[in-house]
């Protein structure tokens, strides 16, 4: 019961209902539950809501390990077919509108979805810079933000992102030009 409250929340917001339009009404006729099957389960919305970010969100890439260069490509390609699936983008949508009204979404957002791959991007880089294919007076932090910013502000800009096979590739080459140490053979 409880998976089928979750789908049935992710299939309103994929269908684009915004968060603030969902009402336990509907989404108990949604999931063909009564609505006090949710209640005893979540007190509130933010509380189903926090649980549906948890439910839709998927593992770390499996990442190859061989150069720092690859594993970006890996990290930026399951990012950006997770905003090609349509709930999942209707979920980031929802999570970035809910920021100001609600600090729990945002909070668990973050610590479930942006926490895990921020870590995991900074971990790459570190073991670029310790393996020489990093300068190393680079400021760590804004280059994941370089890295992750493109595919966001695509993501962000209308309901049919424009993210092409191939745009992993092109970002990661394009931000490590710039952040490459001059006496690489790759630069």
Do not use: C
Not at 101 to 130: C, E, F, M, N, Q
Not at 156 to 181: C, M, N, S, T, Y
């Amino acid at each position: 019961m409880e998976q089928a409250i979750l789908e049935g929340v992710l299939n309103l917001l994929e269908d684009g209902v915004p968060l603030g339009d969902l009402s336990v009404e509907r989404i108990a006729r949604t999931a063909g539950v009564g609505k006090a099957a949710i209640y005893r389960r979540w007190s509130d919305k933010e509380d189903l809501f926090v649980d549906v970010i948890r439910a839709a969100e998927s593992a770390e890439p499996e990442l190859p390990g061989t150069s720092m260069r690859d594993d970006l490509v890996v990290l930026l390609e399951s990012l950006r077919q997770r905003s090609l699936v349509g709930r999942l983008s209707a979920i980031l949508r929802n999570a970035h509108a809910q920021t100001r009204s609600s600090p729990k979404i945002w909070a668990a957002y973050h610590a479930g979805v942006i926490t895990p791959r921020r870590d995991l991007g900074l971990a790459i880089l570190r073991r670029g810079r310790a393996n020489g294919e990093l300068r190393t007076d680079v400021d760590l932090e804004l280059a994941v933000e370089m890295f992750v910013a493109p595919l966001l502000i695509r993501s962000f800009v209308g309901p049919d992102p424009d993210l092409p096979d191939g745009l992993a590739e092109q970002i990661v080459d394009a931000v490590l030009h710039g952040l490459r140490p001059v006496n690489s053979p790759s630069a």
